[in-house]
């Protein structure tokens, strides 16, 4: 089982952070064109008064050692059901692979703590668990070498879409 910590600073105060990262547009280019998935899709966003919660589908670009990709296929793709709570102010999330549900596990937490006028720090806990004989610790170090890049690049296209004006 693999659990890690990613940490970034992002140029916006904490009500900018949290309305970029529930914007369709940012969502679609981030995913479709920025890291390259093949598709992409918010299929449902609904807020309570209590949360706001968001349903996608996914298929990322995949680059994973040959034996991880021949076990994940090559039309690997996921559904994600994440809960942003209000009153914590805490994104969760758990995501269900297209192969090998029943011993794939991929889930997490994400914050924002301020640490100026205009910036914030989002951390990010994943847990990673593959229960698959022989091969559990590549796919696990696989997804979370990916993950990694995913989340460097996005802090990079979050800040340029700020600094854009694009927050709205």
Known sequence: ???FTLTHEINCNADTF?????????????????????????LEQRESDTEIFRKVSGQPKMEMPGPVQKLLGSSFSYTEDGRWNKATKVWTWKMTPSAMADK?????????????D?????????????KVFGVGG???????????????RSQGFMNRWVAEGKAG
């Open 18 to 42: 949290w309305k970029v990262f529930f914007d369709k547009s940012f969502n679609e280019k981030l995913f479709l064109e920025y890291l390259g998935f093949p598709a992409y899709q918010i």
């Open 118 to 130: 205009d910036k914030v720090r989002r951390i990010t806990e994943i847990l990673i668990e593959a």
């Open 1 to 3: 089982m693999g659990k």
């Open 104 to 116: 794939v596990r991929q889930e997490g937490s994400m914050r924002i703590e301020p640490i100026g």
């Open 138 to 152: 590549l796919i696990e170090s696989s997804a979370e070498k990916q993950l990694r890049e995913g989340w460097d």
